[in-house]
């Protein structure tokens, strides 16, 4: 791991609070009109994918952020 933060430009995002009792998970989307920059911790990024970087929130919960950088740009900070 190069760097213990990364600056991202992060918009809309869902959070995840969970399953209920039938196991499907409880999804919380939250619009954004535009991208804004966050510096974020390495160690809360659980996975990139295309389209998403998944976060982990407070209290267990998990947050799927929009973003606006190309995926191979951020994959070459993270390795």
Known sequence: MKNKFIELTLGSYIISHGYNAKDKEMMEPIS???FSKKIIPVSRI?????KYILTDY??????????????????????
């Open 46 to 50: 659980k996975s990139v994918s295309e």
């Open 58 to 79: 407070v209290d267990g919960r998990w947050i799927y952020w929009e973003y606006e950088e190309d995926y191979e740009a951020i994959k070459k900070l993270l390795l």
């Open 32 to 34: 954004s009109d535009n």
